[in-house]
């Protein structure tokens, strides 16, 4: 069965600082991975996708994530963290059946 | 520009009625999905359709239901409201490959007293 795991439920950095958001996903098969972001009262909105090639996937608004087969894991990451980043964000997988499964999602506080 | 609409953003209602959620899209897009946010849980999808006239089951279905009679709507039927479902709900929309990104609506905020 498919699943995502996002180890850390909420995370705080200092604006201008690297940040790094873990997800974890099992799957049979291939994985597409999808990264979003959700700014409070939104909907979400894509941030990245996976899903064969290189496996270090840029993204909008800076961020980029690394696809890892051996740890199964597809982890966000950003050089510099900006104010406006705070935000919830979640990791999915989907299946065959273009079925998303989403993590719990990481909560990101900024500190000025 | 072609986006995806949820109707109404805010909704409270009581233990015991008929609540009906809509969603429309403009997107062309055949693959409509629901989903419901609640903490600690993420997004968990409810009921999902791949086009007109089909509809399917998905992890957390007990007590809601769908139907698809055009492309552009995808309406969410709570048959009789209950507490456990106050929650917020999202409806999205994809096109037909696998890889393809869903895009959601702004959501849909349901109290059930």
């Known amino acids: 069965a498919q699943s995502v795991t996002q180890p850390d439920i909420h995370i705080t950095v200092s604006e201008g600082a690297s940040l790094e958001l873990r997800c974890n996903y099992s799957y049979g098969a291939t994985p597409y991975l999808f990264w979003y972001v959700q700014s409070p009262g939104q909907g979400l909105q894509l941030l990245l996708k996976y899903f064969s090639g290189d496996t270090l996937v840029q993204g909008i608004k800076g961020f980029e994530a690394e696809f890892k087969r051996s740890q199964s894991s597809f982890n966000l990451r950003k050089p510099s963290v900006h104010w406006s980043d705070a935000a919830e964000y979640f990791c999915a997988v989907v299946n065959t059946g273009n079925q998303f499964y989403f993590g719990t999602g990481t909560s990101l506080t900024v500190i000025p | ?113």
């Open chain 2, 1 to 113: 520009d072609a986006e995806i609409t949820q109707s109404p953003r805010h909704k409270i209602t009581e233990t015991g009625r008929q609540v009906t959620l809509a969603c429309h899209q403009t997107w062309n897009h055949n693959n409509m999905f629901w989903y419901r946010q609640d903490l600690g849980h993420g997004l968990r999808l409810i009921h999902y359709s791949y086009g007109v006239q089909d509809t399917n089951k998905g992890e957390v279905s007990d007590g809601y239901s769908v139907s698809r009679s055009n492309t552009e709507d995808l309406p969410l039927t709570l048959e009789s409201a209950a507490s456990s479902q106050t929650s917020v709900y999202f409806c999205a929309s994809s096109g037909p490959n696998r890889m393809d990104e869903q895009f959601f609506g702004p959501g849909t905020r349901l109290t059930v007293l």
